[in-house]
């Protein structure tokens, strides 16, 4: 028994728990019912939950249903048989929580101890997101230089169109064809504008040190102004965040996309007390593909719409990709090229009645 009142296995005996408390790995104590009767510090950060709760329901009341039959089966195998086994992407909820763990599960050996299963927790969630993340990363960065590629050729041929029909247009009777060529110019100005797009070409725009909340605010009152009050726009601002510099236009231009999509997505959805948030902090964020992690600002635009199709997810960013009959599938392929060009990237998290796109900054970066 320890200082606490709580009684281990004899196996526990000769363990200082202070130890077990020191390490990363979460270490939690089965007895002969699959019960929790210790934890220490890792295991209950990991699961957030404290002892009381723990040790009120067997181990596998905590798993994901899809995942609680298989575990309390093969738990049972080890305390008969003494298999050990381990669990990958073990889902532990708790409140709606959801954690990702690795778990390993050993039947402790020895004349006093058949009935205790030792189980080790390693949180995977941190890991798959960054596997995840850089993935993403890489794909989009192939893709856009795909696209960027096709561009500049159809570019180029888009120009020719255009030169040939002016010439026509100059020629003796060409008013009987006026109609047909100011279609043809018409429409190869208008993918010449696309194309740009897509090609996120630059405009020249000076640099400037500012407050990311002017920002945010012009867009909100723009938001709000066209949805005509209807939308409730709310805001959470981190009042003592440093100033940035870059190009103020742009990032207004990427910050105003993203609400717009919210806009349209919470009103064409329909839902019931449409609302978008503005919120910023400062966080401490490893970049993806980098090694170290930087403190930045992030910017959350938030909604309460139907989420983002399982579909879109991994392309949302990508040209021409979009979930709205009416959507061009642009406006956040430029979103993250501008993001990208001041040294930042975005973060996407979506569920039915909830999306947040959030973007990271570095402090006083330049282009």
């Given at each position: 028994?320890?200082?606490?009142?709580?009684?281990?296995?004899?196996?526990?005996?000769?363990?200082?728990?202070?130890?077990?408390?020191?390490?990363?790995?979460?270490?939690?104590?089965?007895?002969?019912?699959?019960?929790?009767?210790?934890?220490?510090?890792?295991?209950?950060?990991?699961?957030?939950m404290?002892?009381?709760?723990?040790?009120?329901?067997?181990?596998?009341?905590?798993?994901?249903?899809?995942?609680?039959?298989?575990?309390?089966?093969?738990?049972?195998?080890?305390?008969?048989?003494?298999?050990?086994?381990?669990?990958?992407?073990?889902?532990?909820?708790?409140?709606?929580?959801?954690?990702?763990t690795?778990?390993?599960?050993?039947?402790?050996?020895?004349?006093?101890?058949?009935?205790?299963?030792?189980?080790?927790?390693?949180?995977?969630?941190h890991?798959?997101?960054?596997?995840?993340?850089?993935?993403?990363?890489?794909?989009?960065?192939?893709?856009?230089?795909?696209?960027?590629?096709?561009?500049?050729?159809?570019?180029?041929?888009?120009?020719?169109?255009?030169?040939?029909a002016?010439?026509?247009?100059?020629?003796?009777?060409?008013?009987?064809?006026?109609?047909?060529?100011?279609?043809?110019?018409?429409?190869?100005?208008?993918?010449?504008?696309?194309?740009?797009?897509?090609?996120g070409?630059?405009?020249?725009?000076?640099?400037?040190?500012?407050?990311?909340?002017?920002?945010?605010?012009?867009?909100?009152?723009?938001?709000?102004?066209?949805?005509?009050?209807?939308?409730?726009?709310?805001?959470?601002?981190?009042?003592?965040?440093?100033?940035?510099?870059?190009?103020?236009?742009?990032?207004?231009?990427?910050?105003?996309?993203?609400?717009?999509?919210?806009l349209?997505s919470?009103?064409e959805?329909?839902?019931?007390?449409?609302?978008?948030?503005?919120?910023?902090?400062?966080?401490?964020?490893?970049?993806?593909?980098?090694?170290?992690?930087?403190?930045?600002?992030?910017?959350?635009?938030?909604?309460?719409?139907?989420?983002?199709p399982?579909?879109?997810?991994?392309?949302?960013?990508?040209?021409?990709?979009?979930?709205?009959?009416?959507?061009?599938?642009?406006?956040?392929?430029?979103?993250?090229?501008?993001?990208?060009?001041?040294?930042?990237?975005?973060?996407?998290?979506?569920?039915?009645?909830?999306?947040?796109?959030?973007?990271?900054?570095?402090?006083?970066?330049?282009?």
């Amino acid at each position: 028994m320890d200082g606490r009142g709580q009684t281990f296995p004899a196996t526990f005996y000769a363990v200082d728990t202070r130890l077990l408390d020191a390490l990363n790995t979460g270490i939690v104590l089965l007895d002969e019912h699959r019960v929790v009767c210790w934890a220490n510090e890792a295991a209950r950060r990991i699961t957030s939950m404290g002892m009381r709760q723990l040790t009120s329901v067997p181990f596998e009341f905590w798993a994901a249903e899809s995942q609680s039959t298989e575990l309390q089966e093969s738990l049972s195998h080890c305390l008969t048989s003494g298999h050990n086994f381990t669990f990958r992407e073990l889902v532990l909820i708790r409140d709606n929580v959801a954690t990702t763990t690795d778990a390993s599960f050993s039947r402790l050996q020895g004349p006093k101890d058949q009935g205790c299963v030792l189980v080790e927790l390693s949180e995977v969630d941190h890991l798959i997101k960054i596997a995840r993340d850089n993935r993403l990363f890489s794909d989009e960065a192939g893709f856009r230089q795909l696209v960027h590629g096709l561009a500049h050729e159809v570019k180029n041929p888009l120009g020719g169109i255009k030169g040939a029909a002016q010439l026509l247009a100059k020629e003796a009777g060409a008013s009987n064809y006026k109609d047909y060529l100011e279609i043809i110019i018409s429409e190869a100005d208008r993918l010449k504008a696309l194309v740009d797009r897509l090609l996120g070409s630059p405009q020249s725009h000076a640099e400037e040190t500012f407050n990311i909340h002017q920002i945010l605010e012009r867009t909100r009152s723009l938001i709000s102004a066209e949805s005509g009050g209807i939308i409730l726009t709310q805001r959470d601002y981190d009042p003592s965040l440093p100033e940035l510099t870059g190009d103020r236009s742009q990032l207004f231009q990427a910050c105003l996309n993203i609400a717009k999509n919210a806009l349209e997505s919470v009103t064409e959805a329909r839902s019931e007390n449409p609302q978008i948030t503005f919120n910023t902090r400062a966080v401490r964020r490893k970049h993806p593909g980098s090694k170290g992690a930087d403190t930045l600002i992030r910017i959350r635009i938030e909604d309460n719409g139907p989420g983002i199709p399982d579909d879109l997810k991994d392309r949302l960013f990508f040209p021409m990709v979009s979930g709205r009959p009416q959507g061009s599938g642009i406006g956040l392929s430029i979103t993250q090229t501008i993001i990208s060009r001041h040294n930042g990237w975005i973060e996407v998290t979506s569920e039915p009645g909830y999306t947040a796109f959030d973007i990271f900054l570095p402090f006083g970066v330049k282009r």
